[in-house]
């Protein structure tokens, strides 16, 4: 099994579409969650973190519950510009910085 | 912002030779940087955790004797690809934290170097 799993997608959705993204961790453990976002041939870029109380950032939203392992990311009103993958990201404990990242889950927005 | 310089960002070589590729932090310090490698379609997957001063930590299944790191300074880390083989083209990404930072904070990424071997 792997330690963090994404439904590879790809995700097709019109522009100004709502779109959900879902990820499961295996490691009880984990402490720190995160949401990168990666283009076509370029780094991960960090486009947010994941709290237990569930954050907000614009059009953004992510959501953790520690219960059943499970992170999320909604996406209200997108933009062709989201067109990306969606890298799930889980910190194991302690302090030793070690991600451990998901397949990812391909978004492509069209017009 | 935190900024992570990763060079060269492609390189082709041919098979046999080796490989340097750099990582440096331009505005903060790091004990620690970490490498990834990524494959087409798969997600990144960490080779090593590079301590400054001291030998790297590698993951399962990496060869420590084939992928040299080397963190001499709290801004440098460096991974030497030795003998090259087709079979290690891949994305090559360096990642590291601000040692002023805690522990659980976002890491930040160099832009990747993309290797090729012919």
């Known amino acids: ?111 | 912002g935190a900024v992570v310089s990763q060079h060269p960002s492609r390189v082709i070589c041919k098979s046999g030779t080796s490989v340097k590729i750099e990582c440096r932090s331009l505005d903060f310090q790091a004990t620690t940087m970490f490498w990834y490698r990524q494959f087409p379609k798969q997600s990144l997957m960490l080779m090593a955790t590079s301590n400054e001063g001291s030998k790297a930590t590698y993951e399962q299944g990496v060869e420590k004797d084939k992928f040299l790191i080397n963190h001499a300074s709290l801004t440098l880390s460096t991974l030497t690809v030795t003998s090259a083989h087709p079979e290690d083209s891949s994305f090559y990404i360096c990642s590291a934290r601000d040692y002023g930072q805690a522990g659980n904070s976002p890491l930040h990424f160099g832009n990747g170097t993309r290797l090729t071997v012919t």
């Open chain 1, 1 to 111: 099994r792997k330690e963090v799993e994404q439904d590879p997608g790809p995700f097709n959705v019109p522009e100004g579409a709502t779109v959900a993204f879902n990820c499961t961790y295996s490691n009880s453990a984990s402490q720190s969650f995160f949401w990168y976002r990666q283009d076509c041939r370029k780094e991960p870029k960090l486009l947010m973190s994941v709290y237990s109380s569930g954050n907000e950032d614009g059009r953004f939203t992510a959501q953790l519950n520690r219960a059943s392992q499970y992170i999320s990311l909604l996406i209200r009103d997108s933009k062709l510009s989201d067109s990306a993958t969606y890298l799930c990201v889980v910190s194991l404990s302690g302090n030793t910085g070690k991600l451990i990242f998901g397949q990812g889950t391909t978004l492509q927005v069209k017009p």
